[in-house]
Structure formats: C-alpha cells, structure tokens
C-alpha cells in the first residue's frame, strides 16, 4: 500500500512538471494569441449599423493634416440629435429651407453617431448613410431620399461635413448604393475636396462654416453642443443669420464671399418664445448653466434681469 500510495505521489508530481513546462513554452513561443494588437476597437475601421442602404461606420480620417479628433468621447445621444434637428438646407437657390433630417433619420443618427464618437479613435471618423422619405409632386406622392456625411469631434465642436444631400435615390438599386457614389466621388464628404453641390445650408448662431486657408466650406458645419444645449435648455431658439455662402458648385473664396459669418449673438439679444416654465424654474436652469460655465457671466446677468423682468 505505501508504494502504491508513492507511485501516485510521483506520478501527480510528473504531471504538474509537465504542465508548468507547458505553460512556460506557451509564454514563449506562443505570446502573440494573448498579445494585444493594432486591430483594437479603436483602431479599425467596422460597421457600428446597416440597414439596406443605411450604415453608420467607423474610417480613418481621409487627411491627418486637420490634427487629430478628440476621440473617443461621450455625448449625449439627445445632443447629438438637437444639433443635428438645426440644420436646415435650400436644395435650389431661392428655394424655401427644409430640415436636413426627418424625425425618423434624427432618432437613428442621435443614438449611431453618438455611439461612433464613443468608440472611435483620434485619427478615425465616424461616416452615415442615412435613408428617408420626403413629399414630392406638391405633396402628392413621396420620394426615397439619402443624406450622408463625415462627422467627427474637436475642440469642443461638432463637425458634420456633408456628402450627399437629400438625393432621391428612387431610381437606383434598392440593395446598393454603389451607383451613388460611383455619381459621385465625395460620396461620405471630404476634408479636401469639396463636394460639387447645387445645395446651400442655412447659417445660424450656434454653427459656423469651416474656413480654411483660401475658402469657407458651406458642405462643413460646426456645431457648438454647449450653446445649443444653453439655449434648449433656457426654452429659447436663437434667431437666424443670412447665408454666407453663394450657391454653386464651387467652394466660395472668403474675400468673395457676399455675408460673412456673424458671431454668435449675446443671450440678450434673442426674444425667448413663450414657456410654461415658472419664473423660479427659469432661475434655476439659468443658475445650472453658469454653474457648468455654458454661458458667460455677461450673458447671466443680462438673462437673470430679463426673468424678474416678467416679475
């Protein structure tokens, strides 16, 4: 009995010998299945949504001259969404302006785009494709339309630039979107080469176009989040500037452009349409956003004077 009870003790004693020999080759020889490598979330392009023609990916940037994004970053899905609900377009010049987005394409991007943010790397962006229906024939048919665009975020701003603007695609194939971007080679928006556009979006005081070194781009918004969040959060929709842009297909030098981009206007400045929010309700949001440094002390004193105004 005691050499039998010797055997098993050897024999156990052989075969944690032999496993630890197995774990030391696997450290050595076989190191890179637990090695981490440049294919981390962050540093891949992949598809976050699709759904037919729609997606929501995330890419390389298309130039590394503009610096890096400030990525990844959490935002707010409903910022998001609000700040994309601004954006109007004239599709012909001297054509009235419609929203960019339908209530339905806001509800997806508010939530893909902001998720992108969230998951992209600094040298990486987040591109849409996104699908909707628009009245057409004085409103008595509708029509499959597509919007898409790069965004990205920097600087505390929110950078949309525009590819495709509200383009029927009724007349292409249903499970491609291939013949899109064959027409047109700008098809997600370019940071150097901008799109050919008979479009103009409508400028306003929480957005501004980018201006580069020889032309402002009126394919490319950005977006302040901070203001736009001040001035929803306050029941008050900033009033409108005048386009800055000529409508063409060519980017606009800036000495030539006809109006230029205004600054913002002071809180002061802009009428608040009527609320149902009490004067002590008012207060206390006006008090939450000088807290969190959203508006300046100027603009906090002049808003407070205009709410016991109405005392």
Known sequence: MKRSGACSMKTVTLLVLVLLQSVFL??????????SSDTSPTNIDRTLWRSGQQNVKIERQDTKSNG??????????????????????????????????TSQELETLGKQLSDGIA????????????????????GFAKERVMTTGRVFYREGKLNVIFGNMVENIGQY????????????????????????RSWALEA?????????????RSDWVVLDLASMAAHQAL???????????????????VEQAPVAVQPAQPVQTVQPPKTSKTIEERLRI????????????QEYKAKRANILSDL
């Open 119 to 138: 998951q992209a790397g600094p040298d990486q962006d987040v591109t849409f494709a996104v699908v909707g229906q628009r009245k057409a024939l004085y």
């Open 68 to 101: 890096p994004n400030d990525h990844p970053i959490v935002l707010d899905p409903d910022q998001v969404k609000g700040a994309l609900a601004a954006l109007e377009v004239r599709l012909k010049p001297n054509a009235r302006p419609i929203p960019v987005f």
């Open 173 to 196: 194939d249903g499970t491609s979107a291939k013949p899109l971007t064959t027409q047109n080679p700008v098809f997600q928006g370019s940071r150097t080469k901008p799109v050919s």
């Open 26 to 35: 696997i450290g050595l020889g076989g190191c890179t299945l637990f090695k």
């Open 286 to 297: 006006l008090d939450e956003l000088k807290r969190k440094k959203l508006i300046t002390e």
């Open 235 to 253: 029941g008050m929709k900033p009033a409108k500037e005048e386009p800055a842009v000529v409508q063409g297909p060519t980017p606009v030098p």
């Open 204 to 216: 306003g005081t929480d957005m501004r176009f980018y201006a580069g070194a020889d032309m402002v």
